[in-house]
């Protein structure tokens, strides 16, 4: 049994996600690169394996399955999603630990240090998710789509421009080491997305458009 777990005082972090709304977080490709950086210290320590692509469509169209019966809005995008997870090619494809449930609120910088730096904190994956679920390897660019998506909410937060989205998504997949038109990648920040439109469906529905018009944008162009 675990009797006690120490962790690292980050002195002089502040709110990743807060930093993002008042336009203070400065260069994101600094965090892409950070979260590249985690991303080999996890396969280094729990290595890494290889799925099919048929196994990603698989778990994305299932996942599909049970969000639009939450949530009946999906429907509209149901065909033009599916169409983008049949996309994803044959692979293999690699599978590690991740994070599990990254966006700019599981991340701190230190804005006033000599060398300003960002912390990814909480790794205990979705809460509402099961442990053996949460310990699972997935693809490494699932934490990438889930940041993407929180740059949405901050620009919504903020009152910051599409282009001010748009850049910032940009430094961070260019840093991170990914391509733009990545299919994977596409797809997981649209499941992402759809994730979402169920949460505040439930919970604050008027933000459901916030996560709406980002699939009716990603599945248009």
């Known amino acids: 049994a675990t009797l006690a777990m120490q962790q690292q005082l980050i002195d002089g972090g502040e709110d990743g996600f807060d930093l993002a709304v008042a336009d203070a977080l400065g260069d994101a490709g600094e965090l892409g690169h950070a979260i590249g950086a985690v991303h080999t210290a996890l396969a280094q320590a729990f290595g890494t394996s290889e799925v099919s692509g048929e196994t990603l469509r698989a778990a994305l169209n299932t996942h599909l399955d049970e969000l639009v019966v939450q949530a009946p809005q999906l429907k509209e995008f149901e065909s033009a999603m599916r169409q983008l997870y049949g996309s994803i090619d044959d692979g293999p494809h690699e599978i590690q630990r991740i994070h599990g449930d990254l966006h700019l ?4 910088k230190t804005v006033n240090a000599t060398e300003p730096r960002f912390y990814l904190i909480d790794f205990e994956g979705e809460p509402a998710r099961p442990l053996s679920q949460r310990l699972a390897p997935d693809h490494a660019l ?40 990545d299919t994977v990648l596409a797809a997981y920040v649209v499941d992402k997305a759809a994730y979402e439109v169920v949460y505040e469906a439930n919970n604050r529905p008027e933000w459901v458009d916030i996560p709406l018009s980002a699939i009716a944008d990603l599945t248009q162009s």
């Open 105 to 108: 609120g599981q991340t701190m």
């Open 142 to 181: 699932r934490d990438v789509a889930g940041m993407i998506r929180s740059f949405g909410y901050a620009r919504g937060m903020g009152s910051h421009s599409a282009d001010w989205e748009k850049g910032n998504v940009a430094a961070l997949i260019d840093a991170y080491g990914a391509a733009a038109d």
